[in-house]
């Protein structure tokens, strides 16, 4: 019988973030924004971080805190409440596969000194592959490095097809407040 790896897929961890967490200070606070699921907050807790997860499935939370008491969850409506952040600051802030501009200010924000900005979502090309497909969900071509440029050291960039975990249009970024980056090896 050949295992479901639908599942597995699902709680994989990006391997875009897991190549830049390096950077995060050790034992630092990192924000998993629009958690889901957390696959991102799980590893994070597993390699020592402190781990605020927040979404608006509160469910999906609980599930969270089952598995890794000792990380922070947050039930918030992003787009349609109060930003939950104001006056906070965490040394790593990953996003992935979620896409809401006005919130992008308030995440650059939210970017302590040498903290580190790890971003991965769809961008406008992935309709021909499914969902999303709204305009709205989609970085346009550069958007990232528009958003970050004047306030951030770029350490990576990434725009294009993939083919894995599944075909899409992706861009990705890794951006830092620090002046002299330290790359990953």
């Known amino acids: 019988m050949i295992p479901d790896m639908t599942i597995h897929m699902s709680e994989m961890a990006s391997l875009w ?26 590893l994070l807790a597993e390699r ?6 927040v979404d608006r499935d509160a469910d999906a ?13 947050r039930a918030a409506d992003l787009e349609g409440g109060p930003w939950p952040y104001h006056g906070c600051v965490f040394d790593g802030i990953v996003v992935t596969n ?6 992008l200010p308030m995440l650059l924000n939210a970017l302590d000194v040498n903290g580190v900005l790890i971003y ?15 305009p709205a969900f989609l970085l346009r071509p550069g958007e990232l490095l528009d958003v ?15 083919a894995a975990p599944r075909p899409a249009v992706m861009q990705r970024l890794c951006a830092t407040r620090r002046i002299d980056p330290v790359l990953p090896a």
């Open 48 to 53: 020592g971080y402190r781990v605020e997860a």
């Open 61 to 73: 939370l609980a599930a969270i805190s089952a598995r890794a008491p000792g990380i922070v969850t």
């Open 98 to 103: 979620y896409l809401y501009r006005p919130l």
């Open 120 to 134: 991965e979502t769809f961008m406008t090309g992935n309709e021909k592959f499914g969902k999303p497909a709204n």
């Open 17 to 42: 973030v897991e190549r830049f967490l390096p950077l995060i200070t050790a034992g630092g606070s990192v924000l998993d924004l629009a958690c889901g699921k957390g696959r991102h907050s799980l």
């Open 148 to 162: 970050v440029r004047r306030r951030l050291t770029v350490v990576a960039f990434e725009q294009g097809e993939i």
